[in-house]
Structures are given as C-alpha cells and as structure tokens.
C-alpha cells in the first residue's frame, strides 16, 4: 500500500515539474518571439511584427509590453489616405483594442519602461480616435480626461483635451483648457505659445500678444521669445486687411522693439535681423514720404545682407 502512494505521490510530482517545464518553455519560446518581433518593428516591417506580437501573446500572455507593440504595430499599418477600405480600417479597429488592453495590463506598472508604455497607451489610443482615423472626439475626450488623472500636473494632457474642444468648435471649453495648462506648469513656454496660437487663430490679436509678452517676461534672456513677438507683429500686419495705417505703424514699431531686443540678446540671431529687415519693408508701405521710404528699404536691404553673410558663415562652419 505503501508503494502505491508512493508512485501516486511521483505521478502527482511528475506532472507538476512536467507543466513547469513547459511554462518555462514558453516564456523562452515567448522571449525569443519579442526579440523577434522587435527587431521587425525597428525595421517598420509592421505586418512580420504583428504576427510576432501574436506569437508572444498566445505564448506567453503576462508579457504586456507585447500588446502595446502590437498595437502600434496595427496603427503603423493603418493609412489615412484609405479610410473606406474595410481592410484597413480594420488595422486601426485593432490598433484600439490592443491599445486598450495593453492600458488595463499595464495599470500596476512597476518599471520605469512600463510605467511609459502605460502613458502611451492612452496617447496613442486618444489619437487613434482623431479626425484622420477614426474621427470620434466623443470617444477621445474620456481618454484624455483619463490622462489628466493620471498626470494632473502635465500640461500637455490639458492641450490635448483644449484641441479636442477646439476641433469641435466648443471654444470656450477649449480656452479654459489652454488657461489649464498654463495654471498648472507656468514656467513653461509652451503653454504661453500654445495659448497664443490658439487666440491668434480666434482672431485675437491683443490676448495673443499678451500670452507672448508674458512668455518672454518668464524667459527674459531667451532672444527666441522676443523675435516670436515680432514674427507675430509682422504677419498680423501683412495679413489684417482692417487694420488701419495708424495702427499698421504702431503693430511694426513694437515687432522692430521685440526683433531688436532679441538682436541684442543675440547679436548673431539670422532669423530676429531678417524680420526686423521685413518689418522695416512693412513701415516703407505705410509712409508717404518718398525719403523716408527710401531710408527704411536701405535699411532692410544691410539687415538682409548682414542676414545672409551671418548664415553662409554658419553653413561654412557647419561643413
């Protein structure tokens, strides 16, 4: 009777060491495939990587990068230009529902890599939901409100959500969504440049300077904050056709302000001397006075030259 237990108890442990075995051999059958799959992926050969992922997946199904891979894997191979192809429409179909379990498996993420594929999972997914796939802003929003959550202090989830109202022509939710992101990091300059392209595409002109103007108050000896002051005082001048001559005058005076306090801060700054050069062609437009117009194109014509020889020194150098 002793005997008998005994083979049962082998049998029992036999099988044991028989079923981990074989899960040892797919987790090496699995990493073998992930290495594989990568490999595809870095040369975009995105069909081969698809097929790989799978093979990771069924293999070995805690391996969860693998769903986010092959995700974008399905959203590399989506094309914008094809949306009524139901081929590929299925690309970006599966693109979100692998986009979304790789979220849910990566929510306890404890690697610093994984923490980042679970951040881009719910980026990636909130794209794949935007006008060139699959064009569903309802869809998107909870996605991206989501992000906020998870990353209250990250401005750029409050962009996002501000473009998505912005799109969908909900402007005063879109604003407060700008106002957001500028709240929450304001020391940042891409919530000042953000917020003013977006008045400046609302037609308005005062609200956008004074988003640069405070940009360049937060990075007083960045010369790139001031010429952006001065580009924008330049287009609006060339591209408002209500704009009066008196108020075209006082537009290019403050842009030549702005351009020649990025100058000083950077003597050698092509792209601030060749738009103080624009400006000064926009000011020969408004005055009457044939000398003085003369003056001021003369002036234009040394920034452009001065311009020019500062960037074929830069190229020389360069090569």
Same mark, same amino acid.
């Given at each position: 009777m002793r005997s008998a237990g005994i083979v049962r108890i082998v049998v029992v442990l036999g099988s044991v060491a028989s079923m981990v075995g074989c899960s040892q051999i797919d987790k090496l059958k699995a990493r073998k495939a992930f290495k594989d799959a990568n490999a595809a992926y870095q040369a975009q050969d995105y069909r081969k990587a698809v097929?790989?992922?799978?093979?990771?997946? *069924?293999? &070995?199904? !805690?391996?969860? =990068?693998?769903?986010?891979y092959l995700a974008n894997s399905y959203d590399q191979l989506y094309k914008s230009d094809r949306p009524d192809d139901p081929a590929n429409r299925q690309n970006i179909e599966k693109a979100v529902n692998f986009y979304q379990t790789s979220a849910e498996k990566l929510? $306890?993420? !404890? /690697?610093? %890599? &994984?923490?980042?594929?679970?951040?881009?999972?719910y980026e990636?997914?909130? *794209?794949?939901?935007?006008e060139d796939r699959l064009n569903d802003a309802a869809k998107a929003e909870p996605i991206i409100q989501k992000m906020i959550q998870m990353e209250p202090t990250e401005p750029t989830n409050y962009i996002r959500l501000a473009r998505l109202y912005e799109d969908a022509g909900v402007y005063d939710e879109a604003e407060a969504m700008y106002l957001r992101a500028r709240e929450v990091k304001p020391t940042d300059p891409v919530v000042y440049t953000t917020l003013a392209a977006y008045y400046n595409r609302r037609g308005e002109f005062d609200k956008t300077i004074k988003a640069?103007?405070?940009?360049? *108050?937060?990075?007083?000896?960045?010369? %790139?904050?001031?010429h952006t002051?001065?580009?924008?005082?330049?287009?609006? /001048? =060339? &591209? !408002?056709? $209500?704009?009066?001559d008196n108020e075209k005058r006082?537009?290019?005076?403050?842009?030549?302000? *702005?351009a020649d306090k990025a100058i000083q801060l950077k003597p050698d700054?092509?792209?601030a001397i060749t738009f103080k050069g624009l400006l000064l062609r926009l000011q020969a437009l408004v005055e009457k006075d044939p000398g003085k117009q003369k003056a001021?194109? !003369? %002036?234009?014509?040394?920034?452009?030259?001065?311009?020019?020889g500062l960037q074929q020194k830069k190229t020389s150098a360069s090569n």
């Amino acid at each position: 009777m002793r005997s008998a237990g005994i083979v049962r108890i082998v049998v029992v442990l036999g099988s044991v060491a028989s079923m981990v075995g074989c899960s040892q051999i797919d987790k090496l059958k699995a990493r073998k495939a992930f290495k594989d799959a990568n490999a595809a992926y870095q040369a975009q050969d995105y069909r081969k990587a698809v097929q790989l992922y799978q093979q990771v997946i *069924a293999t &070995n199904p !805690d391996e969860v =990068r693998a769903y986010f891979y092959l995700a974008n894997s399905y959203d590399q191979l989506y094309k914008s230009d094809r949306p009524d192809d139901p081929a590929n429409r299925q690309n970006i179909e599966k693109a979100v529902n692998f986009y979304q379990t790789s979220a849910e498996k990566l929510v $306890k993420a !404890d /690697t610093p %890599e &994984n923490k980042i594929l679970e951040r881009r999972s719910y980026e990636y997914l909130a *794209a794949a939901y935007g006008e060139d796939r699959l064009n569903d802003a309802a869809k998107a929003e909870p996605i991206i409100q989501k992000m906020i959550q998870m990353e209250p202090t990250e401005p750029t989830n409050y962009i996002r959500l501000a473009r998505l109202y912005e799109d969908a022509g909900v402007y005063d939710e879109a604003e407060a969504m700008y106002l957001r992101a500028r709240e929450v990091k304001p020391t940042d300059p891409v919530v000042y440049t953000t917020l003013a392209a977006y008045y400046n595409r609302r037609g308005e002109f005062d609200k956008t300077i004074k988003a640069l103007e405070e940009r360049a *108050a937060k990075e007083p000896n960045n010369p %790139e904050a001031f010429h952006t002051i001065a580009s924008y005082y330049w287009d609006e /001048t =060339r &591209n !408002d056709p $209500k704009l009066r001559d008196n108020e075209k005058r006082d537009y290019i005076q403050k842009g030549i302000q *702005a351009a020649d306090k990025a100058i000083q801060l950077k003597p050698d700054y092509v792209e601030a001397i060749t738009f103080k050069g624009l400006l000064l062609r926009l000011q020969a437009l408004v005055e009457k006075d044939p000398g003085k117009q003369k003056a001021l194109l !003369d %002036e234009a014509k040394t920034l452009s030259d001065k311009a020019n020889g500062l960037q074929q020194k830069k190229t020389s150098a360069s090569n």
